[in-house]
């Protein structure tokens, strides 16, 4: 990774937002449109975190998805992705409906959605569309149901790997179906699929606050969390924000595997590529939290390279220190407030090194003292435990955060982490 890398990254990240086409948002009188829930896009891919249906496609399938909002409104708008389709990609049908648990829906919440008037839509490649209006209320915390009818074949489909919560598929058209036994055939996947956002109205002055947004790799995706159980750091920032009267939208733009540097077949651009589309694309964001550089750091020393991981140079704690700057650049041109967090520790896992770990020492310590955030979170302080005096730099997670490959969080970990969050900082 060179500083000209850096430089060039920009016009792709521009190129991407210019291919955007999104159904119209009428604002007046009915309130602006706020933000409720998103996931960041991934180009097809076989990857090792979970099995998936992206490269397959579907043909003839319904595909039912389970999303948590995080704003309560009084209608709502389904927001889809096609950013890296190869075709326009053909919706013939779509429902949302609040969730019943598994691939169930309530049968009074099922409303259809409808683009420009009509049930079917046609998402040009490399795009993405809003639904009309939809008077469905909603809650913060409440979990809907996206349904997705696909008559024709997708071709390769645009998704989100590590959803930690579970979609389902079925042969034929179930839009309407409120029971879940049709999805039962099919083994259901832990990805989202040409699922991009849930936008909410809400009339009250003010309505629900600036979002927050966090932008990331596995750790923001809440990789060794308990899946379906909305567990994830981004999730229990959101809980403590309510709790303190300060409620706003807690968005997950993490990538599971995603580096600040490197583009990967498997684990999404750089972030130094989508940080526009994914974190300052959204109109009602006030703050992004940036937890990113694991990968930078371990995957060139991944035990087992394959097609996700190589090419994959070492770069230094100065090309990543580089990287942050160019995207706090970036926000701050958008008014936007950047909150550094530091790296966890790894060592015990697979790919821990020393150089690595010399790697990280020298980036969290950059975070913490160069001034070059709006606020610092030191996610490394609070999940480390001391290290043996006659290996100083052999630090791990305490046990009691660690998930099984000693890289991620558990829940518990995850909980601590949006603890460590100064609420006043956002």
Known sequence: MTAKKIVLALPLAAALMAVTATAPASAAPHGP????????????????????????????????????????????????????????????????????????????????????????????????????????????????TVTFYFEGPTGPATFHN?????????????????????????????????????????????????????????????????????????????????????????????????GVLNDSACFGESALDRFRRDALGRPDVGTVILLEGTNDIVLPDSPTPDHCTVPGPRVTADEIIAGYRQLIREAHARGVRVIGATIPPFHGSAYWTERGEDVRTAVNAWIRTSGAYDGVVDFDRVLAAPAAPEHPKEIKIKDEYAFADRLHMNDAGYKAMADAVDLGSL
């Open 162 to 258: 590590v959803a930690m919560s579970l979609s389902y598929k079925a042969a034929g058209d179930h839009r309407r179906d409120p029971a879940a036994d049709a999805f039962a055939a099919a083994q259901p996947s832990f990805s989202w699929y040409y699922l991009a956002g849930v936008d909410v109205r809400n009339t009250r002055p003010g309505g629900p606050g600036r979002a927050v947004v966090t932008f990331g790799d596995s750790l923001t995706d809440g990789f060794g969390a308990t899946p379906g159980a909305d567990r994830r750091y981004p999730d229990e920032l959101a809980k403590r924000l309510a709790a303190s009267g300060r409620s706003r939208p807690v968005l997950n733009a993490g990538i599971g595997g995603n």
């Open 33 to 144: 449109w706020h933000s409720a829930w998103g996931a960041s896009p991934q180009a097809p891919a076989t990857t090792p975190w979970y099995p998936n249906w992206s490269e397959a496609g579907f043909t003839g399938e319904s595909v039912r998805q389970v999303v948590r909002v995080g704003a309560e409104g009084s209608e709502l708008r389904v927001r889809l992705t096609n950013a890296y389709g190869r075709a326009p990609l053909r919706l013939s049908g779509a429902t949302v409906a609040r969730a019943a648990g598994g691939a169930a829906v309530q049968p009074d919440s099922v409303r259809t959605l409808r683009f420009h008037g009509a049930q079917s839509v046609t998402v040009p490649a490399g795009g993405q569309f809003s639904s009309d209006p939809v008077a469905l209320p909603v809650k913060a915390f409440e979990q809907l």
